[in-house]
T-cell receptor, first 117, second 110 residues
Framework: KAGVTQTPRYLIKTRGQQVTLSCSPISGHRSVSWYQQTPGQGLQFLFEYFSETQRNKGNFPGRFSGRQFSNSRSEMNVSTLELGDSALYLC????????????????FGEGSRLTVL | DAKTTQPPSMDCAEGRAANLPCNHSTISGNEYVYWYRQIHSQGPQYIIHGLKNNETNEMASLIITEDRKSSTLILPHATLRDTAVYYCIVRAPGDNMLTFGGGTRLMVKP
């Protein structure tokens, strides 16, 4: 069974540019969450999508946005890039909660490492 | 703020058991304890989770105290490949807004 797939794995951008990252969840998973990981702030929640709707949003500026498609694939976009946006962006997918043993644990992809110059 | 407290680092000899503690004194009744680990520059990997009973799978064992205020992840026979940052998280079912603390950096030494 294929895991969570993120593309591209590595990319370099310059300040002011925008970037789009893609995430394909595990087959059957309808929830996709995005996280940012930096050395200074650690892992931080960005947003979550379920059935093409944003369900939760973390404390990030409006330059960070996302969407989810009908096939559950998700994209996130960062506009007007800043040096501080350099990070590992992680996507995670999960199944719905179903009883005490399927609690919808998250499965993460390998991430997209963004460097902003 | 993270809902869990973990030691920042630990060492373990290869082949010995690694016991990683976690405090979660404010855990709610419906929150589970989850453990993930992150090997350098990779995505976090799910290890195990539990509510109040001890749990075991092919990777590890999870021991949760009776009052549920703390837990211990046990890697029974640590190998060099277990060197990673281990995160303990409390999470309600279906809640994907996870709050990660700093985790414990486990170094397995030959």
């Amino acid at each position: 069974k294929a895991g969570v797939t993120q593309t591209p794995r590595y990319l370099i951008k310059t300040r002011g540019q925008q970037v789009t990252l893609s995430c394909s969840p595990i087959s059957g998973h309808r929830s996709v969450s995005w996280y940012q990981q930096t050395p200074g702030q650690g892992l931080q929640f960005l947003f979550e999508y379920f059935s093409e709707t944003q369900r939760n949003k973390g404390n990030f500026p409006g330059r960070f946005s996302g969407r989810q498609f009908s096939n559950s694939r998700s994209e996130m976009n960062v506009s007007t890039l800043e040096l501080g946006d350099s990070a590992l962006y992680l996507c995670a997918s999960s199944l719905p909660v179903d009883g005490p043993y399927r609690t919808g644990e998250l499965f993460f992809g390998e991430g997209s490492r963004l460097t902003v110059l | 703020d993270a809902k869990t407290t973990q030691p920042p680092s630990m060492d373990c000899a290869e082949g010995r058991a690694a016991n990683l503690p976690c405090n979660h004194s404010t855990i709610s009744g419906n929150e589970y304890v989850y453990w993930y680990r992150q090997i350098h520059s990779q995505g976090p990997q799910y290890i195990i989770h539990g509510l109040k009973n001890n749990e075991t799978n092919e990777m590890a064992s999870l021991i949760i105290t009776e009052d549920r205020k703390s837990s211990t992840l046990i890697l029974p026979h640590a190998t060099l490949r277990d060197t990673a940052v281990y995160y303990c998280i409390v999470r309600a079912p279906g809640d994907n807004m996870l709050t990660f603390g700093g985790g414990t950096r486990l170094m397995v030494k030959p």
